[in-house]
């Protein structure tokens, strides 16, 4: 089998590589120049730079490729201006399909196993959803979570349209060692284990599943899924002060004692989008931010269980090698200052 991952550099991107090494394939990566690649530098890969854009490079790094796995996404939902947000997500997304879709690579390609995202399903607070349940009204969706709609959309009208055979894997959020672009729920999971955070912001909880397990998921899709299907992936849903209990207590460090109730996480919230407005910044902890997070209910990954054999290990194991893995990265800058 000859793999490409495209975003090879990214958190969920390095772990797809290091699976694809593990398992014996010829593996080739796309990467932008100057991206942070420490993630997968000790591995033996064939390198392609060039970005989503550059049509050239990905024609090259195409060509002979029986899977490509896409990894690419701007996550920053926090921008005042999401024009990037659709550029890269929806925009550049459409380009590396273009080219998928030319004659002489879809002769030879198997399977295009794109990263969606769970935000992507239609879910209600009272309910369990599928991969069944859509949006009913996007115009009520913050500009983060219609490029994801939307980029997931354009993937499976190619598979319906031009023939595709791309699968869409909604991956929830993610834990575990490896983060070394420290990822917004990494660094949550950093200042636990550093004994930093003041506080735990109450009544959010998140879908969640271990970078490895997620990674793993993709592999099996690119075996067993079936194209124009989509998959939810995910473990559980966890609350993000139980998150950051097992943090810091894998890191032997004492967890937050204060919580912020959730009316306070929203003034908080306004005052920051207040504070874009005026000043033209962006700013992480805004109303759109907080709305995604609240944006809650339970999902059911049975689906990918079942086609995929899909088996996660319980999050709270990811979330423990995360806590590890920052105190060891920690440590490491200790000895190396000492």
């Known amino acids: 089998m000859t793999a490409l991952v495209i975003g090879a550099n990214g958190y969920l991107g390095s772990h797809v590589t290091r699976q694809l090494v593990a398992a014996g394939q010829d593996v080739r990566v796309m990467v932008r120049d100057g991206a942070n690649t420490v993630g997968i530098d000790d591995l033996a890969v064939t390198r392609f730079v060039g970005d989503i854009w550059n049509s050239a490079v990905l024609r090259e790094a195409m060509t002979g490729c029986d899977v490509v796995y896409y990894c690419v996404v701007d996550t920053r939902g926090w921008l005042r201006d999401p024009a990037p947000l659709f550029r890269t997500n929806v925009d550049g997304t ?10 002489e690579i879809a002769a030879g390609l198997r399977k295009f196993v794109f990263t969606s995202s769970y935000v992507t399903v239609g879910r209600k607070r009272g309910r369990v959803a599928t991969e069944a349940d859509v949006i009913a009204d996007p ?27 791309a699968v869409a894997m909604c991956v929830s959020t993610t834990y575990g060692a490896g983060d070394w672009g420290r990822t917004p729920h990494g660094a949550i999971i950093a200042g636990a284990a550093f004994g930093k955070l003041p506080f735990v912001m109450s009544g959010i909880e998140l879908e969640a599943v271990g970078i490895d397990d997620a990674a793993a998921a993709l592999l099996l899709a690119a ?22 209990r097992i943090a ?15 009316a306070l996480s929203y003034a908080m919230a306004a005052l920051g ?4 407005k005026l000043t033209g910044t962006d700013e992480r902890m805004s109303l759109g931010s907080l709305r995604l997070m609240r944006a809650e209910a339970p ?15 319980p999050v709270e194991e990811s979330i423990r090698e995360a806590a590890r893995f920052w105190v060891g990265l920690r440590d490491a800058k200790r000895r190396r200052s000492a």
């Not at 459409?94 to 004659?103: F, I, Q, T, W």
């Not at 810091?248 to 959730?262: D, I, N, T």
């Not at 989008?273 to 874009?276: D, F, R």
């Open 94 to 103: 459409r380009n590396v399909l273009d080219v998928a879709v030319e004659p």
């Open 139 to 165: 115009a009520t969706l913050t500009p983060y979570v219609r490029s994801r709609v939307q980029a997931e959309n354009l993937v499976m009208e190619y598979a319906r349209e031009r023939g595709l055979p």
């Open 223 to 244: 075996d067993k899924g079936r194209a124009g299907e989509r998959y939810l992936i995910s473990e559980k849903m966890i609350s993000n002060g139980e998150v950051v």
């Open 248 to 262: 810091a207590e894998a890191a032997g460090v004492p967890a937050p004692s204060r919580s912020v109730p959730l």
């Open 273 to 276: 989008s207040v504070k874009a």
């Open 299 to 313: 999902v059911d990954c049975s689906k990918a269980r079942r086609e995929l054999g899909w088996q996660p290990r």
